[in-house]
């Protein structure tokens, strides 16, 4: 069991798409509700119930391009759905922070589905379509990431928004907005989905989960993702993941400053049933805002958002909704 807790160890933060459960069967046996994954990656207005948008810019196709960051050095790829309502008086975009680190943005790609609003993207260092210098060349730390996310908010021309932080993308948004920059004062919300508030703290739930299902391979079916195939926007991700600052010992240590001032930030936290981001390796988040609200999603674990995407975007859009 030694080498199974350290391999889970390992997984930890990270997209955890190395192995899916290989049939329904096995899904049964951890005894999950049939998800209700969507159609398609990008569920339209139709399917959710939702009447067509009147702007044309929900046809619009996406804006791509990059970003300088640490002193012009390194250049960011980011990608802006829905680019001519970035400014719209409807509603401020989504900026969404992808998990690992390095695990890039591509399963999160069907958050383009919310409602009507932009949708940012970007690959953070050393991932994805970005720059991946060695840390010979790079600054790769929680601090040089928000630094990084400021200068792509400014760089693409995002001044009011919503942040969506999965997993890592969580801890990174926490420290953003903890940070206090410019950038922070125009967040109008914040939803930290599948992200621990300890780092510690999740992988002694990891140990856990891992004897409780009897092995890594059953934790990875019961724990990761519930889906019997593996969905096609984690493997995208994996295809350019990132090696250089990556996986939960990148950020080994990290947990919430007890001591620090509540943000004003209305915030949501959202995990799976199932996920190994359990009720206690998320539980300090209730005492790190001054709104706080949860929400689990059931019959889902970590990759909530691919196990019932309808249901997610459902919440995403409602949550956000209440703060334009």
């Avoid at 192995?19 to 339209?44: D, E, K």
């Avoid at 804006?63 to 401020?92: C, D, F, I, N, T």
């Avoid at 942040?163 to 410019?182: D, K």
């Avoid at 990761?224 to 990132?242: I, M, T």
């Amino acid at each position: 069991m030694a080498v199974a807790r350290l391999a889970a160890l390992l997984l930890l933060l990270d997209a955890h798409a190395t192995a899916f459960a290989p049939s329904g069967a096995n899904l049964a046996c951890h005894g999950a509700r049939q998800v209700r994954p969507a159609a398609q990656w990008y569920p339209t207005n139709a399917q959710r119930g939702l009447a067509a948008p009147a702007t044309c810019s929900w046809k619009m196709g996406p804006k791509e391009g990059s970003v300088a960051v640490q002193k012009g050095e390194h250049e960011l790829w980011y990608r802006l759905v829905r680019p001519m309502s970035v400014s719209s008086q409807k509603g401020p975009p989504l900026v969404v922070l992808h998990g690992g680190p390095q695990v890039p943005s591509d399963y999160l790609f069907p958050l383009t589905g919310v409602d009507y609003r932009s949708v940012l993207f970007y690959d953070q260092l050393g991932c994805g379509r970005s720059d991946a210098p060695g840390v010979e060349a790079a600054e790769y730390s929680i601090a040089s990431s928000v630094s990084d996310l400021e200068q792509v908010l400014a760089g693409v021309g995002v001044k009011d928004f919503h942040l969506l932080g999965q997993s890592w993308g969580g801890i990174l948004a926490y420290e953003f907005l903890r940070n206090g920059g410019p950038a922070a004062k125009s967040c109008r919300s914040v939803i930290l989905a599948n992200s621990p508030s300890s780092v510690s703290v999740v992988e002694a739930e990891a140990e856990r989960l891992v004897e409780q299902a009897g092995g890594v391979d059953e934790f990875k079916a019961a724990h990761e993702c519930r889906l019997p195939e593996r969905p096609k926007p984690l493997v995208d991700a994996y295809k350019h993941a990132g090696t250089v600052w990556r996986g939960s010992g990148a950020i080994a240590g990290w947990e919430l400053d007890a001591s620090a001032p509540k943000l004003s930030v209305p915030a949501l936290v959202l995990r799976g049933e199932h996920d190994f981001v359990t009720e206690t390796a998320a539980g300090g988040w209730a005492g790190a805002f001054e709104r706080c609200r949860t929400k689990v999603l059931d019959g889902c674990s970590h990759h909530a958002l691919l196990e019932d995407t309808v249901e997610f975007l459902d919440i995403v859009d409602s949550f956000t909704g209440q703060y334009d």
